[in-house]
């Protein structure tokens, strides 16, 4: 694949139609972007982008698998450092034991060769199936090639069978997944500088929040807040995804409900929901709020709430098994009659993920996963309850911290309040202009 695509700018790779002597060259299917600009400054180093992809390789001997296409988001954008934008079009990074290679198309101009951590190559719109012409360009002698059996449609696997019908195909998203759940030093510094900025957004949200207001603009001054400071930290990245969910009211009564034109009104209660995103990674930081003031069992409830979070951070340690830490908050809830009320998983693991990709589904602090925690995990502890509108106390509360799990325990990494001491918002109607 080397050498492949050092063609000048814009050049346009050609192959003869040879159906008929001196045919005309049939339209073009794949074009060099190389030397549009420069390689981007990668957000990590090249020894944490090696890093992942001898993991990765490791994986692949030991499976005699001769390569690897990945087709996610979360995995082009973790042994990539590309984040792609789909529009209805296939994007691909391949691996083999030698050479990575993007694979992109050609809407997105040089911008996939600048960031991608190795080759890329480029396909057109001109004919349908260009994208698999531009697999066959450095598929090679590969006879068994990993596919995400968790991310691929049934007329994505077809095709790739038709198109390469040598091809064995194998799964080869569990394991990096599972590559995915250990942090390195530079992942973690990353993510808690990126929390950092989540908190940033969380008082931003306070700073927003009155009577009156409505949810849009709180969760846009949020959002531009921590946008500006990415842009600080991250001068030479791309700014795009960070987001902020503020749910006031019976919008409250779930997580991911979003952002509405409502206004807060006295005595509402309130969720902030802050979600820096820098080069695929996300960050989290929820808080449950209040306008003004809340009532006897609003503040028991939610105090309960706090406690469940609280015990959960402490149980966040090496050895520990995500499964009996669920149970162990369950039987909390249930103490207090509360655990039918429960809305989710306690926390999840973090990383390369979105609100629209990716998930660490094997780190998940629920019932049904007998993961382990480890040293190098990046964990939230997230406990929320949701009561039904009409009943006492009624709304979702939910509290949400990132810790990273080390070798005697664990590092809390989120440094915003929560709790009715910090978070009952005595705010004013002037408060955004």
């Given at each position: 694949m080397k050498g492949l695509l050092t063609q000048v700018t814009f050049s346009l790779i050609v192959r003869k139609d040879n159906a008929t002597e001196g045919a005309m060259t049939e339209r073009e299917r794949l074009q060099s972007f190389v030397g549009n600009g420069s390689k981007a400054k990668n957000t990590f180093s090249v020894a944490e982008m090696q890093r992942r992809l001898d993991g990765i390789r490791k994986h692949m001997a030991d499976a005699s698998v001769d390569a690897a296409l990945f087709t996610s988001y979360h995995n082009i954008n973790y042994y990539a450092d590309f984040i792609y934008c789909q529009f209805g079009r296939r994007y691909g990074f391949f691996v083999d034991h030698d050479n990575a290679t993007s694979i992109s198309a050609g809407i997105d101009g040089a911008q996939p060769w600048r960031r991608t951590f190795g080759d890329n190559l480029t396909?057109?719109?001109?004919?349908?199936?260009?994208?698999?012409?531009?697999?066959?360009?450095?598929?090679?002698?590969?006879?068994?090639?990993?596919?995400?059996?968790?991310?691929?449609?049934?007329?994505?696997?077809?095709?790739?069978?038709?198109?390469?019908?040598?091809?064995?195909?194998?799964?080869?998203?569990?394991?990096?997944?599972?590559?995915?759940?250990?942090?390195?030093?530079?992942?973690?510094?990353?993510?808690?500088?990126?929390?950092?900025?989540?908190?940033?957004?969380?008082?931003?949200?306070?700073?927003?929040?009155?009577?009156?207001?409505?949810?849009?603009?709180?969760?846009?001054?949020?959002?531009?807040?921590?946008?500006?400071?990415?842009?600080?930290?991250?001068?030479?990245?791309?700014?795009?995804?960070?987001?902020?969910?503020?749910?006031?009211?019976?919008?409250?009564?779930?997580?991911?409900?979003?952002?509405?034109?409502?206004?807060?009104?006295?005595?509402?209660?309130?969720?902030l929901n802050c979600f820096p995103m820098v080069a695929g990674y996300?960050?989290?930081?929820?808080?449950?709020?209040?306008?003004?003031?809340?009532?006897?069992?609003?503040?028991?409830?939610?105090?309960?709430?706090?406690?469940?979070?609280?015990?959960?951070?402490?149980?966040?340690?090496?050895?520990?098994?995500?499964?009996?830490?669920?149970?162990?908050?369950?039987?909390?809830?249930?103490?207090?009659?509360?655990?039918?009320?429960?809305?989710?998983?306690?926390g999840h693991s973090f990383g390369v993920l979105s609100h629209y990709y990716g998930r660490e589904a094997g780190l998940e602090l629920r019932e049904d996963c007998e993961t382990v925690l480890e040293p190098g995990m990046v964990v939230s502890m997230e406990p929320m309850i949701t009561i039904p509108e009409g009943m006492a106390g009624s709304g979702g509360y939910r509290e949400h911290d990132i810790l990273v799990i080390e070798d005697k325990g664990n590092r809390n990494i989120t440094g915003f309040p929560y709790g009715p001491e910090h978070l009952i918002v005595k705010g004013h109607a002037t408060a955004v202009a």
């Open positions: 396909y057109t719109d001109w004919k349908k199936d260009n994208y698999f012409h531009a697999i066959r360009q450095i598929v090679g002698a590969a006879r068994r090639v990993g596919i995400e059996f968790d991310h691929v449609n049934i007329d994505l696997v077809n095709l790739l069978k038709s198109e390469f019908p040598g091809v064995e195909f194998v799964d080869v998203a569990a394991p990096a997944m599972r590559l995915r759940m250990i942090k390195s030093s530079e992942e973690i510094a990353h993510i808690t500088e990126m929390a950092r900025i989540a908190d940033l957004g969380g008082a931003a949200c306070v700073e927003a929040t009155a009577v009156g207001v409505p949810e849009h603009e709180v969760a846009l001054h949020s959002t531009a807040t921590m946008v500006r400071e990415i842009a600080k930290s991250w001068p030479e990245g791309e700014l795009l995804d960070t987001w902020t969910w503020f749910q006031s009211g019976i919008n409250t009564d779930g997580a991911h409900n979003p952002v509405t034109t409502r206004k807060i009104q006295r005595g509402d209660i309130l969720s996300y960050v989290a930081l929820e808080r449950t709020l209040f306008a003004e003031e809340a009532n006897d069992e609003h503040i028991r409830l939610w105090e309960f709430n706090c406690k469940v979070h609280d015990r959960g951070k402490e149980l966040l340690v090496p050895g520990a098994r995500c499964s009996d830490i669920a149970a162990e908050l369950n039987e909390m809830y249930a103490s207090e009659n509360l655990l039918q009320y429960r809305s989710f998983g306690y």
